[in-house]
T-cell receptor, first 110, second 114 residues
């Protein structure tokens, strides 16, 4: 079993829909990261969380440390949000190393 | 400020050859981590350097090596290339000293071994 599990693996939605991507992890962490990867490969860091909730524009990320679970929400989704979203954790015992989920491929149709 | 620069962007090599990839971090970022991304295995940690010292190493064979220079630029080297080494190689940098800093990623080097 992977240390970081994401669901769903693939998600297709219509423009304007509310999107939720989930991430569960099994190790102790110092921080959880949500990343976005577009075709072509470059990765952009969206959020780094150690507790609570963060919001940036239409993106919201939450984390529940007790349940070892995080969610990434996209409100009013748009075709330009189409990308692979990756959850990654910095382990408490593994400093300066990220452990990644397998990613969620999101497609937003106009 | 300038982002993380990886060179080259694309590379085609023949089995048995060796390759060197470069990563120049954002000014002030002293930690450089390297990751391999393949369709089958996803993103996997290769190694991390801080102040010219390797602090962590992932589960890769000794053909994969790296180093860091005094200006924090890092190189990784893969010797005796195999077809399975075809992947996107990404570096990520942060100020270092704590895993609670966010990471900035480069655009990656796409290596194809034929």
């Amino acid at each position: 079993k992977n240390e970081v599990e994401q669901s769903p693996q693939n998600l297709t939605a219509q423009e304007g829909e509310f999107i939720t991507i989930n991430c569960s992890y099994s190790v102790g962490i110092s921080a959880l990261h949500w990343l976005q990867q577009h075709p072509g490969g470059g990765i952009v860091s969206l959020f780094m969380l150690s507790s609570g909730k963060k919001k940036h524009g239409r993106l919201i990320a939450t984390i529940n440390i007790q349940e070892k679970h995080s969610s990434l929400h996209i409100t009013a989704s748009h075709p330009r949000d189409s990308a692979v979203y990756i959850c990654a954790v910095s382990e408490v015992q593994g400093a300066q190393k990220l452990v990644f989920g397998q990613g969620t491929r999101l497609t937003i149709n106009p | 400020k300038a982002g993380v620069t990886q060179t080259p962007r694309y590379l085609i090599k023949t089995r048995g050859q060796q390759v060197t990839l470069s990563c120049s971090p954002i000014s002030g970022h002293r930690s450089v981590s390297w990751y391999q991304q393949t369709p089958g295995q996803g993103l996997q940690f290769l190694f991390e350097y801080f102040s010219e010292t390797q602090r962590n190493k992932g589960n890769f064979p000794g053909r994969f090596s790296g180093r860091q220079f005094s200006n924090s630029r890092s190189e990784m080297n893969v010797s005796t290339l195999e077809l399975g080494d075809s992947a996107l190689y990404l570096c990520a940098t942060n100020p270092g000293g704590s895993s609670n800093y966010g990471y900035t990623f480069g655009s990656g080097t796409r290596l194809t071994v034929v």
